[in-house]
T-cell receptor, first 110, second 116 residues
Framework: KNEVEQSPQNLTAQEGEFITINCSYSVGISALHWLQQHPGGGIVSLFM???GKKKHGRLIATINIQGKHSSLHITASHPRDSAVYIC????????????FGTGTRLTIIP | NAGVTQTPKFQVLKTGQSMTLQCAQDMNHEYMSWYRQDPGMGLRLIHY???????DQGEVPNGYNVSRSTTEDFPLRLLSAAPSQTSVYFCASSYSMTGLDTGELFFGEGSRLTVL
């Protein structure tokens, strides 16, 4: 079973700060998902990647798939970025056997 | 285009009662799944389906039943509810992946179930 660890578990930062959330896993994978969950809300897909870097607005995701590590960066953070960020790893490009991390709770203070 | 629709949003049951959580998607996705989310734990897979008529067990299937008679619908049945099934349940769907462009996951808004 793949062990997925996220760090930090909780992160509080001031508005405008650069944020980094990390995800590491123990067994090789084909792809990794980053997800966002607002308090009391549903879950939204941010990225799916298997190599290099992806960027969407102020969000950047990177992965070193051989090194078993991925990071999610948020530039110019804003209070609306406050949410739980979850990584999920996929062993074989099928979404059928995803293993999820426990999430990083991010709070951005105005 | 509604995406993934999950009902009910909240439900309280007594031990031993049965109920069905409904999940429907209108994106013609082959893959559908049910997860439960408990405090301090990652999402855990209960059951999944890769197409109509095909279902399989995930990590925590005991006490739950599923069927997939159509592409759109994937209901989750609790046969005899137990307090250990108190959780938040999420339905998710995606295309069966042929690559990164088709693997985006779409989640329902969640169903909070309390079993007394």
């Amino acid at each position: 079973k793949n062990e997925v660890e996220q760090s930090p578990q909780n992160l509080t930062a001031q508005e405008g700060e650069f944020i980094t959330i990390n995800c590491s896993y123990s067994v090789g994978i084909s792809a990794l998902h980053w997800l966002q969950q607002h308090p009391g809300g549903g879950i939204v897909s941010l990225f799916m990647l298997s190599s290099g870097k992806k960027k969407h607005g102020r969000l950047i995701a990177t992965i070193n798939i051989q090194g078993k590590h991925s990071s999610l960066h948020i530039t110019a953070s804003h209070p609306r970025d406050s949410a739980v960020y979850i990584c999920a790893v996929d062993p074989n490009f099928g979404n059928e056997k995803l293993t999820f991390g426990t999430g990083t709770r991010l709070t951005i203070i105005p | 285009n509604a995406g993934v629709t999950q009902t009910p949003k909240f439900q309280v049951l007594k031990t031993g009662q049965s109920m069905t959580l409904q999940c429907a998607q209108d994106m013609n996705h082959e893959y559908m799944s049910w997860y439960r989310q408990d405090p301090g734990m990652g999402l855990r897979l209960i059951h999944y389906s890769v197409g109509a008529g095909i279902t399989d067990q995930g990590e925590v299937p005991n006490g739950y039943n599923v069927s997939r008679s159509t592409t759109e619908d994937f209901p989750l049945r609790l046969l005899s509810a137990a307090p250990s099934q108190t959780s938040v349940y999420f339905c998710a769907s995606s295309y069966s992946m042929t690559g990164l462009d088709t693997g985006e996951l779409f989640f329902g808004e969640g169903s909070r179930l309390t079993v007394l």
